[in-house]
């Protein structure tokens, strides 16, 4: 692989680093008696408010029609995707230093099946809160369900729902789409000049 197809892989290993320190995804809630909004940011390791008590207050609503406490000590994947992101930084890198095609395809396909899996749980996650309704609830609408949006916008009562990419996960976008252009350099290179592997950098 080129130089330039091994910096694009340097470049978006690192950039996925910023999702230990960037919130991955966000839900808001906006209703005439919430006018300023509530809102819920997600992550790499951790579930919180957008301002201090949005957590609290969307429990508190979520008690009145059932749903389930969002306690992020209890979310399993909080403890597993710090552990799957680091690996997949490390393999970056190392298939940066390798500077073999095939190694970096795997490494690609690893980052597409992680990204969906990881959409496909949080939907899962926001369906079993939204379906699975204590009986005991205050308030009971038959056939009412509240799942949050996977992405854009929803009405949910008289709440707006929406749920977007944070600046983490943004981030994330980021690195993939330099994952895609690198393939892209990577599959154009003639294949007799594929052989080598030149440094990443020249004296």
Same mark, same amino acid.
């Given at each position: 692989?080129? #130089?330039? /197809? &091994?910096? *694009? ?16 995804? #966000? ?10 909004? *509530? +809102?819920? #940011? ?7 408010? %957008? !301002? ?7 429990n508190g609503l979520n008690h009145y029609i059932g749903m389930k406490r969002i306690e ?7 403890? /597993? ?12 890198? +190392? %298939?940066?230093a390798l500077g073999r095609r095939v190694p970096f395809v795997a490494w690609a396909a ?13 939907? !899962? ?7 699975? *309704? ?5 308030? !009971? ?10 992405? +854009?916008? !929803? ?5 707006t729902a929406t749920s977007w990419p944070d600046s983490g996960g943004v981030a994330l ?7 895609? /252009?690198?393939? /892209?350099?990577?599959?154009? #290179?003639? &294949? ?12």
């Amino acid at each position: 692989m080129t #130089r330039t /197809v &091994r910096w *694009l892989i340097v470049v978006a290993s690192l950039l996925m680093s910023a999702a230990y320190v960037l919130p991955l995804w #966000r839900i808001s809630l906006i209703a005439p008696q919430y006018p300023e909004g *509530l +809102g819920m #940011r997600i992550r790499i390791n951790d579930v919180t408010g %957008v !301002k201090e008590n949005d957590l609290e207050s969307i429990n508190g609503l979520n008690h009145y029609i059932g749903m389930k406490r969002i306690e992020p000590d209890a979310i399993p994947e909080l403890k /597993v995707m710090p552990l799957i992101l680091g690996a997949l930084i490390a393999a970056g890198l +190392g %298939v940066a230093a390798l500077g073999r095609r095939v190694p970096f395809v795997a490494w690609a396909a690893t980052l597409v099946a992680a990204c969906v899996g990881g959409l496909y749980d949080y939907w !899962k996650w926001g369906y079993d809160y939204g379906h699975n *309704l204590s009986e005991d609830a205050i308030i !009971k609408i038959p056939g009412m369900s509240y799942q949050p949006p996977l992405i +854009g916008p !929803k009405q949910l009562l008289n709440f707006t729902a929406t749920s977007w990419p944070d600046s983490g996960g943004v981030a994330l976008v980021v690195a993939g789409l330099l994952v895609a /252009v690198a393939l /892209v350099l990577a599959f154009r #290179r003639p &294949r007799h000049l594929a052989g080598g592997a030149p440094p990443l950098a020249t004296s």
